[in-house]
């Protein structure tokens, strides 16, 4: 195969994943479980370059720069050792969203390259063995591989063969809604590989923080099979805030909100505390994701929009994994 497209979804964790067991190997410390989003992609193209002897990134239609570039290059060169094929590449990758603002961006990106990496090396690798590769380029990568509900094992062996992401529900099966609240669509001032690295080296909160995933993870595993929307609820906005105070009591402090993110918080737990079917998750970045039941949706935003809370949002289902389209 000489060029390949492929499409992939970001997705959002309702377990976090933040902290690492292994740096070299990109393993996770804890084990996380995200719903992959639908609307929202990342279409990658590969094609073989004759006579060239470097890769040529674009992003966006723009030539990359230099740091991403080489960073897709190492990547790249992953898959040229294990095939044993030196050959080079034209990789043309867009995102219909807004990049680095806590929009998991580098999850789709990362899912995307890894099948259609996969696809020109001709590797002929299962969506499990495809995510083990795309949590190399990134963690929250080995999750989008998956639609639906899915759950990424940390595993404990030091080679990382027993870290790879698993589906648990598809999307029809429990087809909830996101609301993702824009509140700043400025670039993250601390990426998450720096920002997790730092909250492990200084939060006195990290060591519970991992300790406690355990449980999260078999409490909200057996919620989603069970499609218990309330213990999700429950879970979810623990974990969420739970990853939140090792972030803010990392020395230098990563406050990842602004005033907006605190009072759509605020709203939407009155919301939950009268028995509203909703809740909320926020990552690295000002955003909120909030979700709902089919349905739903209106009555939240209709009252964050009187509150002056949102402008920009977008209303977002449950997508599938990732695809490869034929050219
Ligand atoms: C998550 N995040 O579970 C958490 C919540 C951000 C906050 O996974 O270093 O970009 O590339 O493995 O995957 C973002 O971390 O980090 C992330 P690396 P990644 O969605």
């Given at each position: 195969?000489?060029?390949?497209?492929?499409?992939?979804?970001?997705?959002?964790?309702?377990?976090?994943?933040?902290?690492?067991?292994?740096?070299?190997?990109?393993?996770?410390?804890?084990?996380?479980?995200?719903?992959t989003l639908d609307e929202l992609q990342t279409r990658t193209t590969i094609e073989k370059l004759i006579g060239k002897c470097q890769d040529e990134i674009i992003f966006n239609d723009v030539i990359a720069d230099e740091k991403e570039a080489e960073k897709i290059r190492k990547y790249i060169d992953l898959f040229r050792e294990?095939?044993?094929?030196?050959?080079?590449?034209?990789?043309?990758?867009?995102?219909?969203?807004?990049?680095?603002?806590?929009?998991?961006?580098?999850?789709?990106?990362?899912?995307?390259?890894?099948?259609?990496?996969?696809?020109?090396?001709?590797?002929?690798?299962?969506?499990?063995?495809?995510?083990?590769i795309a949590r190399l380029g990134s963690g929250s990568a080995a999750r989008s591989i998956f639609g639906g509900y899915v759950q990424l094992h940390k595993g404990i062996l030091p080679s990382g063969e027993d870290c790879f992401a698993e589906q648990i529900l598809?999307?029809?099966?429990?087809?909830?809604?996101?609301?993702?609240?824009?509140?700043?669509?400025?670039?993250k001032k601390v990426s998450s590989r720096?920002?997790?690295?730092?909250?492990?080296?200084?939060?006195?909160?990290?060591?519970?923080?991992?300790?406690?995933?355990?449980?999260?993870?078999?409490?909200?595993?057996?919620?989603?099979?069970?499609?218990?929307?309330?213990?999700?609820?429950?879970?979810?906005?623990?974990?969420?805030?739970?990853?939140?105070?090792?972030?803010?009591?990392t020395q230098p402090p990563l406050i990842y909100w602004n005033s907006k993110t605190f009072a759509i918080i605020e709203q939407v737990l009155k919301m939950y505390n009268e028995k509203f079917p909703v809740f909320f998750t926020i990552d690295a970045g000002p955003q909120v994701k909030i979700f709902t039941f089919e349905g739903?949706?209106?009555?939240?935003?209709?009252?964050?929009?009187?509150?002056?809370?949102?402008?920009?949002?977008?209303?977002?289902g449950i997508g599938k994994g990732i695809e490869t389209i034929e050219d």
């Open positions: 195969m000489d060029k390949v497209t492929t499409l992939a979804h970001p997705n959002i964790a309702l377990v976090k994943y933040w902290g690492k067991r292994d740096e070299q190997l990109n393993l996770p410390a804890v084990g996380s479980i995200s719903v294990k095939s044993n094929e030196k050959i080079y590449l034209k990789v043309a990758t867009s995102n219909n969203f807004p990049t680095s603002a806590g929009l998991a961006s580098s999850a789709s990106g990362f899912a995307a390259l890894a099948k259609g990496l996969s696809e020109i090396f001709e590797l002929k690798l299962n969506a499990q063995e495809l995510s083990r598809t999307a029809d099966d429990f087809p909830l809604k996101t609301i993702i609240a824009i509140t700043d669509k400025t670039p720096k920002g997790m690295k730092e909250s492990q080296q200084t939060s006195p909160y990290y060591n519970s923080w991992v300790e406690s995933s355990d449980n999260d993870l078999l409490v909200m595993k057996k919620a989603i099979i069970e499609k218990d929307f309330f213990t999700i609820a429950e879970i979810s906005i623990q974990s969420c805030l739970k990853m939140h105070s090792v972030m803010m009591t739903e949706e209106k009555k939240i935003i209709e009252n964050l929009k009187n509150l002056n809370l949102i402008d920009e949002h977008f209303v977002i």
